[in-house]
């Protein structure tokens, strides 16, 4: 698995950065060097299939793939569970789900995200390319209700991909806490540069709470 770690301050947050299934991690150099501007390290890693990993991408595959990248940053970098943030735009918040079900975390942060393969395929398949996920699930549904940590749920309000509705599915079947951030006027790839200022301040700021919630607990 190829990835890299981009670290900012020493002690502060850590993102674990799960993309979604268009383009590699090569892709989102603009939203690294951002974050970093804030002060937060990133982890971002590609998918096996995806950049220079290699193999077949599978719903299990990205499962595990994810939770080898939560084990670098425990194992390998030493990180303690309760500095890491779990992020996970599109399909990669299918995965985030999943890995903060079962790796401890400070929060997760989910955008553009989806309940169910099956609940986009109910609108269309238009823009999303399914090669192989056509045998995938990716019930994000069955994990956000299990899920007691801080969530930060973002979705454009344009996004003719993954459409608002099922954003606002994704919120609702959460357990709190949660907050929902719809970004007017973004589709589903430029909520950052559509947000502007205000998306990374809303990302600092719930950073930043989760990282004291989880400092506080004995």
């Known amino acids: 698995m190829f990835g890299w770690y981009v670290e900012a301050q020493a002690d502060r947050p850590v993102i674990l950065w799960c993309h979604g299934n268009a383009g590699n991690i090569i892709n989102r150099l603009e939203n ?3 974050l ?3 002060g937060l390290s990133v982890f971002i890693f590609d998918y096996r299939g995806y950049g220079r ?5 599978s719903e299990e595959g990205l499962y595990q793939d994810a939770l080898g990248a939560h084990d670098y940053l425990t194992r390998t970098r030493m990180i303690r569970p ?10 990669g918040a299918a995965v985030a ?37 056509l045998g995938a699930d990716f019930k994000l549904v069955n994990r956000l209700p ?18 608002l509705e099922l954003g606002r599915q994704v919120f609702e079947i ?3 806490p949660k907050s929902f951030y719809v970004i007017e006027g973004a589709d589903h790839n430029n909520t950052y540069q559509v947000g502007g200022a205000s998306y ?7 950073v930043q709470t989760a990282f004291s919630l989880r400092s506080q607990e004995p």
């Open 32 to 34: 690294l060097r951002e």
């Open 200 to 206: 990374f301040r809303r990302w600092a700021e719930f």
């Open 146 to 163: 299990q899920l007691s940590l801080p969530k930060l749920i973002i979705h454009g309000g344009k996004d003719d991909i993954i459409p």
């Open 36 to 38: 970093y501007r804030i």
């Open 82 to 91: 309760e500095r890491i943030i779990i992020f996970g735009r599109s399909l």
């Open 97 to 133: 789900g999943e890995l903060a079900a079962q790796k401890p975390a400070a929060g997760l942060i989910l955008e553009s995200a989806f309940p169910s393969i099956e609940a986009v395929a109910k609108f269309h398949y238009g823009g999303v390319p399914v090669h192989w996920l």
């Open 174 to 176: 959460a357990k709190p």
């Open 53 to 57: 990993s290699q193999g077949r991408p």
